[in-house]
């Protein structure tokens, strides 16, 4: 329970950034897709894909801190699901239609210290960057 209780704790920040998903215990590549990050926190993010993940999941999280070359993989449990969005989107090449994007909630399970570490740091500061304060 001392998840959720960091859960509810943590500081979430909107923040765009590309990451990656990969079900636990799959080595199919079609079980790789890329996803981008709506909001992301110490304890978890909320992610957007056009592909289906079912909800208790375990994944493979991984993405770059941004203008950093500092990189995260984390594994986490799909504890939210909301299901496809008709927002409109972009036809493909090969005249498929566009797929629904899904949005999940993942909660990090195995977030290294250095990692929390390293995420803290570059939250911090993008809080300061986007609220206008400077560094003293």
Known sequence: MGNL?????????????LGKLKLEGSSAPAEL??????????????????????????????????GTDRSVEITGEITRVESGTDAPRRIRPTGEAPR???????MFLDLTDSDREAMEEFLTFYKKRSTGQQRT
């Open 33 to 66: 897709c890329l996803c981008n990050t709506v909001n992301i926190s110490t304890s978890g993010a909320l992610v957007e894909t056009g592909f289906v993940v079912p909800k208790g999941s375990l994944v493979k999280y991984a993405f770059t801190l941004p």
């Open 5 to 17: 209780k960091e859960l509810a704790r943590a500081d979430r920040f909107e923040l765009q950034i």
């Open 100 to 106: 629904k994007l899904h949005r999940y909630g993942i």
